[in-house]
């Protein structure tokens, strides 16, 4: 058999193999991250997304906030800190929970963080912890333009990239502050 007349097939690899390439090769965190949104596109549809990290848990007061991390587009300045009561979703994330929010538009008037999202990303979020037992470390987000976009479901599709290999690269990410 002539392999060289047979056309090569590319098959792509799960999201969680691409990751767990990066962070072997030695990638940058940023870089991480940017794969990681990447992938992330490729398992569900969102115009932004969001990495978000818990500084040291065991600091009482930095137990409720979260730093942005990595943010693509660029809508939101890294390293900015949000305490977790100024999203609707803070609560369900600080428990470990996934969150839908279907419009951001219901809740920007009692939340800064969701006001915020709303005006500068879009209507509906989809929140699934990163979290390595018991910790909480912080959160990925998707956000999508169209309101209702995301539903309950959509956590099953996300929740492989916020396992073991997400959750080393946000341990990384917080021991190089």
């Known amino acids: ?18 990751i767990m390439q990066a962070i072997a090769a030695g990638l940058d965190v940023p870089g991480i991250f940017t794969i990681v949104a990447q992938q992330a596109a490729q398992v569900l549809a ?3 997304l969001a990495v ?7 600091d009482a ?24 009561s100024d999203f609707s979703f803070g609560p369900a994330l600080l428990a470990n929970r996934p969150a839908v929010v ?3 538009a219901a809740t920007a008037d009692q939340y800064a ?4 999202l709303l ?4 209507h509906a979020g989809l929140i699934v912890p990163i979290a390595a037992a018991p910790q909480v470390l912080g959160g ?13 479901e959509d956590v099953l599709l996300v929740e492989p990239l916020t396992g073991k290999a997400f959750v080393e690269v946000a341990v990384v990410a917080e021991t190089r502050k």
């Open 113 to 116: 963080g969701d006001r915020l």
């Open 140 to 152: 990925l987000v998707l956000i999508s333009a169209v309101p209702g976009l995301h539903r309950p």
């Open 52 to 58: 978000l990290l818990r500084p040291d848990a065991r």
């Open 61 to 84: 007061a930095a137990a409720q906030e979260f730093a942005v991390a990595f943010c693509q587009p660029p809508i939101v300045k890294a390293d900015r800190s949000w305490l977790f």
């Open 119 to 122: 005006e500068q990303a879009g």
């Open 1 to 18: 058999m002539d392999n060289a007349a047979s056309p090569s097939v590319r098959v792509p690899a799960p999201p969680l193999t691409v």
């Open 46 to 48: 969102h115009d932004a």
């Open 102 to 104: 279907p419009d951001f």
